[in-house]
């Protein structure tokens, strides 16, 4: 069964931290890997990993992934109070080319002033 | 450009009544999914559609259907709803189904059967 595993699923730190969120997964036919960020409303888009080795950055945000270890992670420097939020890992897989998502539980990250 | 919408944004039903929910897409998108998101269990998809009247099952299809008769449009109907439906719901869609073609999500339905 196709299954996608982050870690941890919830966190609280103080602004200036820096975090690291763990997706770790097992998919058949992997395709690619998505990082999306949820506050109180609809998961919005970060990321799409495809290939291993290679950071994908965006501000204080960055990820990258492993394809031979099955795993990607999300960093986030100096977290501010915006970054509270739902993070989710998704991947794209299984036995057709249909694009579905297959999602972790999410890690759930609190930033304290 | 309103982009994915989705109507109504809160629902209160009774047991055993018929729901339904609606997705709307402004980008002529190829593919469309709904999701359930529940404490615990992340994002799981209930159905997913191709193109106009191409439908085909999820992870947790049991108790729900849907159609897709013009691409815009994907509605979800509850047939007959049970409390173990209360969740929130998300639409999404996707220019095509391939690996690089990131879903984009509506705002969400929280319904809540009593």
């Known amino acids: ?10 966190l609280v730190v103080h602004e200036g931290d820096t975090v690291t969120l763990n997706c770790s997964y097992e998919v058949t036919n992997f395709r690619s890997l998505l990082w999306y960020k949820q506050e109180k409303k609809a998961p919005t888009f970060l990321f799409m990993l495809t290939s291993s080795g290679i950071e994908k950055k965006s501000g204080r945000l960055s990820s990258i992934l492993d394809k031979k270890e099955l795993f990607s992670i999300l960093n986030i420097t100096a977290t501010q109070t915006g970054d509270s939020a739902i993070y989710l890992c998704a991947v794209v897989g299984g ?19 | 450009d309103a982009g994915i919408t989705q109507s109504p944004r809160y629902k209160i039903t009774e047991t055993g009544r018929q729901v339904t929910l609606m997705c ?55 047939e007959s709803a049970t409390r173990s439906q209360t969740s929130v719901y998300f639409c999404a869609s996707s220019r095509g189904g391939g690996s690089y073609n990131e879903q984009f999500f509506g705002p969400g339905t929280r319904l809540t059967v009593l």
Do not use: C
């Not at chain 1, 069964?1 to 919830?10: G, H, M, R």
């Not at chain 2, 997913?48 to 994907?74: L, M, Q, W």
């Open chain 1, 1 to 10: 069964e196709d299954k996608v595993v982050q870690s941890p699923l919830s």
């Open chain 2, 24 to 78: 709307h897409q402004t980008w002529s998108h190829s593919y469309m999914f709904w999701y359930r998101q529940d404490l615990g269990h992340g994002l799981r998809l209930i159905y997913y559609s191709a193109a106009a009247d191409i439908t085909d099952k999820g992870e947790v299809p049991d108790g729900y259907v849907v159609s897709r008769s013009k691409t815009e449009n994907f509605p979800l109907t509850l």
């Open chain 1, 95 to 113: 036995s057709s080319n249909t694009g579905k998502l297959i999602f972790g539980q999410g890690t759930t990250l609190q930033v304290k002033p």
